[in-house]
């Protein structure tokens, strides 16, 4: 049966508004890939751990055992939920089943469940949803739609199952979409739903888009719902960035790039990859001066721990965000064309410029170009006494400021009247 999809352009307005608020958010890869964490049979298996069952072509009957071994007996939603918050995230996002097909939430559909095939028995999602709500962060599942290595009519699993005789409308109709339907009913207000690489036809899409929609007209659905669709929103909600891929221009419309902490989204090992704080928050800075969000991974252990690296790094994420927070959430893009060689980066809310200085000149002599308004007032948003910079303002220019922090100085431009930025 294929679902219909009207809606009025304030809807998505209304839809998108917390979304748009949030900028920052915690995606988390975890599943029984965890277990192996980049190793199989001896063997270190290269790229992300996630991938693991296709990159070693695992038989399904062997990869299924591992559930008999996934015990995360230390997993602690609201330990989870409070690293997020803590990072400054607005909303985390989690696979509820990936590529492998095996589902981290308790469905009616299949035993491959973590309820029914693990000694764990729990349901996270519910746990994760619960200590969501309580702490208000949004809550939203990750879905992989069209790879399905268990599944017979599941697409990507050649070594097991004959592409010729899989019968992907029965996978779509009897297993995808009440799966959702249970996704979209059992776990209270679903934020996001964030289908994966990508389903194979644009009627495809917008028909499952129409049947998230039917449970919950308030989710959001993320780009790669749409086939192929990289550059614009196409038919999710808003347009998906490559992974870890920051566009080099400021983008109208709604997107996001998800990133990895290190170089894996579901846990490896022997991945120490680990960005530093600096960096991340360089990145989330660039990302919102363009317009976008960043949706975050961490990849936890078999345990159901969250590797300590990357705890660290969302500490101090997070401790930055405390103070500079007013320069990123609710901000607009930025109204000045930088270059990617600019020591500085912009974010805007009305009468305000924070000019996001990632690298202050060696001279001390910072120049800002393009101020199309008279400056009234300099000073770094981390001074809780907001005092006075020094700075002199030419024109379009304005110089002559000293730095405060190591990694980003936010320096806020009062204007003297609100029509800009
Ligand atoms: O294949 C997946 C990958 O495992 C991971 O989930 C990322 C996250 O954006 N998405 C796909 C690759 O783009």
């Known amino acids: 049966m294929k679902e219909k999809l009207e809606e009025s352009k304030e ?40 991938w693991i069952q296709f990159r070693a072509k695992i038989p399904v009957k062997e990869y299924e ?10 997993f602690n939603a609201e330990e989870w939920v409070k690293v997020a918050k803590e990072a400054g995230m607005k909303y985390l996002v989690i696979t509820a089943k990936h590529h492998d097909g095996f589902c981290m939430f308790h469905s009616e559909l299949t035993d491959y469940n973590i309820v029914d095939a693990t000694p764990f028995k729990r349901d996270p999602m519910k746990e994760l949803a619960e200590a969501c709500r309580k702490e208000g962060i949004k809550f939203g599942f990750y879905y992989s739609q069209l790879l399905d290595w268990h599944h017979p009519d599941g697409a990507g699993n050649d070594w097991d199952y004959d ?19 249970e996704l979209l009913t059992n776990y209270g207000p679903i934020a ?42 196409g038919i999710g909600d808003y347009m998906e960035r490559g992974d870890n891929e920051i566009p080099e221009h400021r983008i109208e419309e709604d997107w996001e790039t998800p990133g990895t902490i290190n170089d894996t989204w579901g846990f490896k090992s022997y991945d120490h990859n ?33 590797p300590e690296p990357s705890i660290r790094v969302l500490k101090e994420v997070g401790a930055w965000l405390k103070k ?4 990123i959430y609710g901000t607009e893009a930025s109204p000045i064309i930088t270059r990617p060689d600019d020591p500085y980066k912009c974010t805007a809310k009305q009468g305000k410029l924070y000019v996001h200085v990632l690298a202050w000149p060696w001279d001390g002599e910072l120049e800002i170009s393009g101020i199309k308004n008279e400056v009234v007032k300099a000073y770094f948003l ?3 006494d907001c ?16 730095p405060l922090d190591p990694v980003d100085n936010v320096v806020v431009l009062e204007m003297s009247n609100e029509e800009w930025p």
């Open 382 to 384: 981390a001074d809780p």
């Open 192 to 233: 996001v739903i964030w289908f994966d690489i990508y389903s194979p036809t644009p009627e495809i899409a917008r028909d499952l888009k129409a049947w998230v929609r039917r449970f919950q007209p308030d989710t959001i659905v993320s780009g790669r719902i749409d086939p192929n669709r990289r550059w614009d929103k």
């Open 163 to 181: 592409p010729n005789k899989k019968n992907f409308t029965k996978y779509l109709e009897e297993y995808v979409k009440p799966q959702l339907r």
């Open 324 to 327: 500079n927070g007013e320069s």
């Open 65 to 74: 055992q591992l559930a008999k071994h996934f015990n995360p007996v230390k």
């Open 387 to 402: 005092r006075d910079l020094k700075y002199k303002q030419d024109g379009e220019e304005v110089k002559g400021m000293k």
């Open 11 to 50: 809807e998505h307005e209304k839809r998108m508004a917390w979304w748009r608020e949030a900028k920052f958010g915690m995606f988390i890869h975890w599943g029984l890939y965890a277990i192996p964490a980049g190793m199989w049979k001896g063997k270190l298996i290269p790229g992300i751990g996630e």
């Open 274 to 306: 680990w960005k530093s704080s600096g960096v991340i928050i360089q990145k989330l800075v660039d990302i919102v001066s363009k317009g976008g969000n960043y949706l975050l991974n961490v990849g936890p252990t078999a345990e159901g721990i969250i």
